[in-house]
């Protein structure tokens, strides 16, 4: 059975960084994509960044340059790295991985972790 464990979510004053970690178990997903997903109170939720099979990343346009994701296909573990924090950032963040090469959208991912909520103060 695929379980997506997150850590790493709390409460942070805006301009602070938190660093999200994802443990997979089950099965590997090295060759496969993996990336984070937030949804806000009444929002839809919506791709935050992504890494694909081969290590090539992909970010929201709201994150870009404070983010970043990265991965170890050793410990089957991506990462979110969040640095100049917002408090429009604040959301329950989900970890996903996909059987296949990369995803960009919530539907495409085949496996998801239980959330970890991140609140940005102002």
């Known amino acids: 059975q695929v379980q997506l464990v997150e850590s790493g979510g709390g409460l942070v004053q805006a301009g602070g960084s938190l660093r999200l970690s994802c443990a997979a178990s089950?099965?590997?997903?090295?060759?496969?994509?993996m990336g984070w997903f937030r949804q806000a109170p009444g929002k839809e939720r919506e791709l935050v960044a992504v890494i694909s099979g081969g290590g090539s990343t992909r970010y929201s346009d709201s994150v870009k340059g404070r983010f970043t994701i990265s991965r170890d296909n050793a410990k089957n573990t991506v990462y979110l790295q969040m640095n100049s924090l917002k408090p429009e950032d604040t959301a329950v963040y989900y970890c996903?991985?996909?059987?296949?090469?990369?995803?960009?959208?919530?539907?495409?991912?085949?496996?998801w972790g239980q959330g970890t909520q991140v609140t940005v103060s102002s």
């Open positions: 996903a991985a996909g059987r296949n090469f990369f995803f960009n959208a919530p539907g495409q991912a085949d496996y």
């Open positions: 089950g099965r590997s997903f090295s060759g496969n994509a």
